[in-house]
Structure formats: C-alpha cells, structure tokens
C-alpha cells in the first residue's frame, strides 16, 4: 500500500486572509479555489512541493464552522492519499478504527475520500483520498 500526504487543510472564516498569506506573502501558486456546495464550504488550493495547503472556509453552519467555533482556525485535517481506499477502509475498521465515513464518498471529479475519527488516530482529523485513475 503506497501512502503519502495530499493536503493539510486549514480551517479559516477569513479566506482572504489565507490568500494574502499563503498566495501573496508565501509565493505558493493557486492548484484551484471552488465553492464545494454539498459540504457547505469554500476551498483554495495551494501547491506546496508534492502536497497541498488547503484552506476551507465554511459557507454555512456545518462541521467546519462548528471546528473553527469550538478551537478557532487552524489545521483542521490531514489528507493522505492511498491507492486503495475501499481496502485501507476494510483494514482499517477491522483493526478497530472509528470511521466517520464506512464507506468512500466521490466528489464531482472523481475522487473518492473518507474521514477517520481522530479518537483513532492520536487526536487528529485523517481524510483519506484515492484519486482517479
């Protein structure tokens, strides 16, 4: 199983913010930035080397909202990308892990994710990403 970091994604009610800082102060160039409507969120892109920086900017009350409202902005998660995520899921439950997603959800282009509670993982929010082929 080949594993390795995606995006790290930030939490912030102010995108404009992240922008100036991550595009303008730290020079990294904008993949993409996009409404996500059936996540009720506002994302942007960042290429840091192999990865990405992600800031996610709620659009209605949901769960990123409610993390930014209980800790303040900040990192929110860690995206690992797998090249299996139907077989690290099944692994993963087997060995006991609680999942947020039992199941991969598919954004539009085609990428499949899932949530791995951070009660399993050392306290931190785990998404997982199988790209498409």
Known sequence: ??????HIA????????GVHFWGELMGLPLDKKR????????VAYYRAGDAHVELVR???????????????AGIHHLCLEVDDIAATLAHLAQAGARLLNETPKQHPDGTQFAFIHPQSTGGVLIELYQLPT
């Open 1 to 6: 199983m080949t594993i390795k970091i995606n």
């Open 10 to 17: 930030i939490a912030t009610n102010d995108m404009g913010a």
């Open 35 to 42: 409404i996500v409507e059936d996540e009720g969120v506002e």
């Open 58 to 72: 709620p659009i209605e009350d949901n769960g990123v909202q409610r993390f930014i409202d209980k800790r303040g």
